[in-house]
Protein backbone atom coordinates (compact mmCIF):
# COMPACT_ATOMS: atom_id res chain seq x y z
CA UNK A 1 0.00 0.00 0.00
CA UNK A 2 2.79 2.32 0.57
CA UNK A 3 4.09 2.18 -3.14
CA UNK A 4 1.53 4.01 -4.63
CA UNK A 5 0.68 6.77 -2.09
CA UNK A 6 0.32 8.97 -4.99
CA UNK A 7 -2.69 6.72 -6.23
CA UNK A 8 -4.32 6.07 -2.79
CA UNK A 9 -4.82 9.56 -2.49
CA UNK A 10 -6.28 10.18 -5.65
CA UNK A 11 -8.89 7.20 -5.02
CA UNK A 12 -9.67 8.52 -1.36
CA UNK A 13 -10.53 12.11 -3.18
CA UNK A 14 -12.71 10.58 -5.83
CA UNK A 15 -14.45 8.65 -3.56
CA UNK A 16 -15.45 11.50 -1.52
CA UNK A 17 -16.65 13.32 -4.13
CA UNK A 18 -18.70 10.95 -5.56
CA UNK A 19 -21.25 11.61 -3.17
CA UNK A 20 -21.10 15.30 -3.87
CA UNK A 21 -24.05 14.85 -6.50
CA UNK A 22 -21.93 16.96 -8.82
CA UNK A 23 -20.03 14.38 -10.66
CA UNK A 24 -20.68 12.40 -13.43
CA UNK A 25 -20.39 9.02 -14.01
CA UNK A 26 -19.42 6.79 -16.58
CA UNK A 27 -22.81 5.62 -18.01
CA UNK A 28 -25.17 7.68 -20.42
CA UNK A 29 -27.04 9.67 -17.42
CA UNK A 30 -25.38 13.46 -16.96
CA UNK A 31 -25.83 14.73 -13.58
CA UNK A 32 -25.95 18.49 -12.96
CA UNK A 33 -23.19 20.39 -14.44
CA UNK A 34 -20.93 21.58 -11.57
CA UNK A 35 -20.11 25.14 -11.22
CA UNK A 36 -17.03 26.18 -12.94
CA UNK A 37 -14.12 25.60 -10.85
CA UNK A 38 -10.75 27.64 -11.31
CA UNK A 39 -8.27 25.59 -10.27
CA UNK A 40 -3.97 26.09 -11.73
CA UNK A 41 -3.24 23.03 -13.07
CA UNK A 42 -0.12 22.09 -14.76
CA UNK A 43 -1.72 22.00 -17.91
CA UNK A 44 -3.45 25.46 -17.67
CA UNK A 45 -6.26 26.64 -16.07
CA UNK A 46 -10.28 26.42 -16.74
CA UNK A 47 -12.21 29.55 -18.31
CA UNK A 48 -15.46 30.81 -18.79
CA UNK A 49 -16.98 30.45 -22.08
CA UNK A 50 -16.69 34.45 -23.12
CA UNK A 51 -13.10 34.15 -22.87
CA UNK A 52 -12.36 31.79 -25.56
CA UNK A 53 -10.86 33.62 -28.75
CA UNK A 54 -10.49 30.61 -31.06
CA UNK A 55 -12.42 27.31 -31.10
CA UNK A 56 -10.78 23.99 -31.94
CA UNK A 57 -12.58 21.36 -32.70
CA UNK A 58 -11.72 17.50 -31.86
CA UNK A 59 -13.59 14.45 -33.23
CA UNK A 60 -13.47 11.18 -31.46
CA UNK A 61 -14.25 7.24 -32.94
CA UNK A 62 -15.12 4.16 -31.68
CA UNK A 63 -11.45 3.33 -33.39
CA UNK A 64 -10.31 4.51 -30.22
CA UNK A 65 -8.64 7.72 -31.90
CA UNK A 66 -9.04 10.98 -31.54
CA UNK A 67 -9.07 13.60 -34.93
CA UNK A 68 -6.47 15.78 -34.68
CA UNK A 69 -4.91 13.95 -32.15
CA UNK A 70 -2.14 16.93 -31.73
CA UNK A 71 -3.26 20.53 -30.83
CA UNK A 72 -1.23 23.56 -31.25
CA UNK A 73 -1.92 26.82 -28.71
CA UNK A 74 -0.16 29.96 -27.73
CA UNK A 75 0.80 30.43 -23.97
CA UNK A 76 -1.75 32.89 -22.26
CA UNK A 77 -4.50 31.58 -25.32
CA UNK A 78 -8.11 30.79 -23.82
CA UNK A 79 -9.90 28.41 -26.27
CA UNK A 80 -13.45 26.26 -26.45
CA UNK A 81 -12.50 22.55 -27.44
CA UNK A 82 -15.53 21.32 -28.87
CA UNK A 83 -15.47 17.27 -28.97
CA UNK A 84 -17.76 15.54 -31.13
CA UNK A 85 -18.37 11.73 -30.03
CA UNK A 86 -18.51 10.20 -33.49
CA UNK A 87 -18.77 6.93 -32.25
CA UNK A 88 -21.85 4.41 -31.15
CA UNK A 89 -20.20 4.01 -27.30
CA UNK A 90 -19.27 6.84 -24.81
CA UNK A 91 -15.82 8.28 -24.96
CA UNK A 92 -14.18 10.87 -22.86
CA UNK A 93 -11.56 13.77 -23.30
CA UNK A 94 -9.66 15.04 -20.64
CA UNK A 95 -6.50 17.00 -20.38
CA UNK A 96 -3.17 16.57 -18.13
CA UNK A 97 -0.26 15.36 -17.88
CA UNK A 98 0.86 11.96 -19.07
CA UNK A 99 1.87 11.42 -15.64
CA UNK A 100 -1.87 12.00 -13.86
CA UNK A 101 -3.44 10.49 -16.84
CA UNK A 102 -1.39 7.00 -16.81
CA UNK A 103 -2.25 7.24 -12.97
CA UNK A 104 -6.06 8.27 -13.54
CA UNK A 105 -6.55 5.71 -16.50
CA UNK A 106 -5.06 2.90 -13.92
CA UNK A 107 -7.57 3.62 -11.32
CA UNK A 108 -10.47 3.81 -14.32
CA UNK A 109 -9.60 0.10 -15.01
CA UNK A 110 -10.27 -0.71 -11.35
CA UNK A 111 -13.17 1.47 -10.64
CA UNK A 112 -14.87 1.42 -14.08
CA UNK A 113 -17.84 3.60 -13.18
CA UNK A 114 -16.27 5.47 -10.51
CA UNK A 115 -17.60 9.11 -11.22
CA UNK A 116 -15.60 12.28 -11.90
CA UNK A 117 -16.07 15.42 -13.14
CA UNK A 118 -13.48 18.50 -13.69
CA UNK A 119 -13.83 21.48 -15.70
CA UNK A 120 -10.58 19.68 -17.52
CA UNK A 121 -12.76 16.54 -18.53
CA UNK A 122 -15.52 16.09 -21.53
CA UNK A 123 -17.70 12.74 -21.21
CA UNK A 124 -19.44 12.25 -24.31
CA UNK A 125 -22.44 10.11 -25.28
CA UNK A 126 -22.65 8.67 -28.80
CA UNK A 127 -23.53 11.07 -31.10
CA UNK A 128 -23.38 14.38 -29.05
CA UNK A 129 -20.81 17.54 -28.09
CA UNK A 130 -19.07 18.17 -25.41
CA UNK A 131 -16.60 21.09 -24.91
CA UNK A 132 -14.00 22.06 -22.70
CA UNK A 133 -12.93 26.46 -22.21
CA UNK A 134 -9.44 26.01 -20.91
CA UNK A 135 -6.53 29.03 -20.44
CA UNK A 136 -3.19 27.44 -21.23
CA UNK A 137 -1.03 29.65 -19.41
CA UNK A 138 1.76 27.44 -19.12
CA UNK A 139 3.86 26.64 -21.93
CA UNK A 140 5.08 22.85 -22.54
CA UNK A 141 3.90 19.34 -24.21
CA UNK A 142 0.95 18.33 -22.26
CA UNK A 143 -1.99 15.64 -22.88
CA UNK A 144 -5.30 14.63 -23.33
CA UNK A 145 -7.22 10.88 -23.73
CA UNK A 146 -10.03 9.16 -23.41
CA UNK A 147 -9.63 7.34 -19.97
CA UNK A 148 -12.63 4.94 -20.29
CA UNK A 149 -11.20 1.65 -19.22
CA UNK A 150 -9.78 0.12 -22.28
CA UNK A 151 -9.57 3.01 -24.47
CA UNK A 152 -6.73 4.43 -23.24
CA UNK A 153 -4.81 1.29 -23.25
CA UNK A 154 -6.13 1.12 -26.86
CA UNK A 155 -4.27 4.47 -27.68
CA UNK A 156 -7.03 6.57 -27.61
CA UNK A 157 -4.51 9.74 -26.82
CA UNK A 158 -3.72 13.06 -27.95
CA UNK A 159 -1.17 15.64 -27.42
CA UNK A 160 -1.31 19.47 -26.86
CA UNK A 161 1.38 21.75 -27.40
CA UNK A 162 1.83 25.26 -25.79
CA UNK A 163 4.13 27.37 -27.58
CA UNK A 164 6.13 30.01 -25.17
CA UNK A 165 4.94 33.41 -25.63
CA UNK A 166 7.25 35.92 -26.41
CA UNK A 167 9.78 37.10 -23.43
CA UNK A 168 8.61 33.66 -21.19
CA UNK A 169 10.62 30.69 -20.71
CA UNK A 170 8.42 26.86 -21.07
CA UNK A 171 6.61 26.43 -17.61
CA UNK A 172 6.41 30.23 -16.68
CA UNK A 173 3.35 31.38 -16.19
CA UNK A 174 1.45 33.85 -19.27
CA UNK A 175 -1.33 35.25 -19.79
CA UNK A 176 -3.99 35.79 -17.40
CA UNK A 177 -4.69 33.68 -13.99
CA UNK A 178 -8.22 33.86 -12.72
CA UNK A 179 -9.00 32.58 -9.06
CA UNK A 180 -11.26 30.47 -7.65
CA UNK A 181 -14.83 31.75 -7.08
Not at 137 to 152: K, M, P, S, V
Request: aromatic share 6%; with cysteine.
Amino acid sequence: MNQHPALLMVAVSLCLMAGTGTAMAHGEKAHAAAPLRLEQKAWGIAAKPAAARRTIQVRMTDAMRFVPDQLTVRQGETVRIVIRNEGAMLHEFVLGTKKELDEHAALMLKFPDMEHDEPYMAHVPAGKSGEIVWTFNRAGDFDFACLIAGHYQAGMVGRVKVVAAKGTKPGKEGGHVESKQ
